[in-house]
């Protein structure tokens, strides 16, 4: 099939559910297709080769905009222990709805409702709710008799973050992360300047000790190189205690892909997890994906991962991305896309940022649907992963 044809396969793509804690708890299906269509491009995206074990063990959060629809046939492909369902509120008052809803539930199947249903909620047998926030939150009392998990979308920063928890939310997705909470003072610049020397080793291949001398200069990411190494990832016979060890275990190359994730590895001050690192996950392993789809040698899917990893090096240090290419001795074809998303790199970068890729967009890069799909799962599969050993 070639690139200008239209793909058989839907176009279908993932976004992250966090915690309060900012650990993934499931990922959302994105769909842009007629709502006659979401459903069987849903079910064909699940019937991926090895899909549930990609993503596992987190839960799929399904928008399905006419319940009724379902058959036993499309219940088959739809786990219940891992499938929470969102159905529309004004779909909630009608009574074949609420039956349909109840005989779902006793399945096994969480539902939530997408808005505020009232008094027809517990008609439809609701556990939650999973309400856009994006301009306002719901009333006090909308999830009080809700056990949830309730969802809150489209969080844009980290203020309505804290509105979402505060208002009694457990589940978040949105661009949140892309927005951190700042303390005014630009930071801890000593740790920043530390962070830049660390990335520009690792940009020039530095030696392995000098390496060592950085590292041991900011044990937070000492603690965490170690703690990977030693991880069911890499099953060491015996543990692993120095970083002459570890790199040993893990190889030069993937020494440097790790401590380039690692850099989003340090926790915030309430103890959660940094938002930034699954997503900057993402981001390096599906660059890396495509770019061998498209027949990139060793080297060309290792700048791609760096394109990647580095996207978010500017909301992860609070300083504009021409400062930190400046400070740092990378490729030109790594510099276009990190700063104007020019280049080959660039526009792939420029795709893997949206939740939902353009099928133009796609087809013009020689990338068909299911090619797309398979780099997310890769690339999930990996983040999931990384999330996991730290």
Known sequence: MSSSEPSPFPLVGLQAVSNAQNEWVALSFRVPAAPGDALAALL??????DVHAAL???????SLPDPLALDATHLEQLPPARVVLVVPAAACAEPAVQARCKQLAERGYRVLVDGEAGIHAGRCAIRGMAHDCARELPGPLAMLTMSGPNLARNV?????????????????????ALHPE???????????????????????????????ILLKQDPALAYHLLKVVNSAAFAPSSPIHS?????NVLGRRQL????QLLLYARQAEDGAANALLPLAAVRAAQME???KQRGGDRDQQDMAFVVGVFSLLDVLLDMPMTEIVSALSLDLEVVMALLDRAGALGELLALVERD???????????????SWWASQLQAHHWAIQVSRNL
Do not use: C, M
Not at 44 to 49: D, G, S, T
Not at 256 to 259: F, G, H, M
């Open 156 to 176: 844009g920063d980290a203020a309505r973050l804290a509105e979402a928890r505060q208002a009694g939310f457990d589940w978040f997705s949105g661009d949140y």
């Open 256 to 259: 440097q892909r790790w401590l």
């Open 56 to 62: 596992a063990p987190l839960d799929y959060v399904v």
């Open 289 to 291: 994906a495509l770019v």
């Open 356 to 370: 939902i890729a353009d099928g133009g967009a796609l087809r013009g890069l020689g990338l068909d649907h299911e």
């Open 44 to 49: 064909a995206a699940l019937a991926y080769p």
């Open 182 to 212: 700042r303390d005014g003072n630009g930071g801890d610049g000593t740790s920043r300047k530390r962070l830049l020397a660390l990335l520009g080793l690792l940009a020039r291949d530095a030696d392995s000790r000098e390496l060592e």
């Open 243 to 247: 970083f002459g060890q570890a790199i």
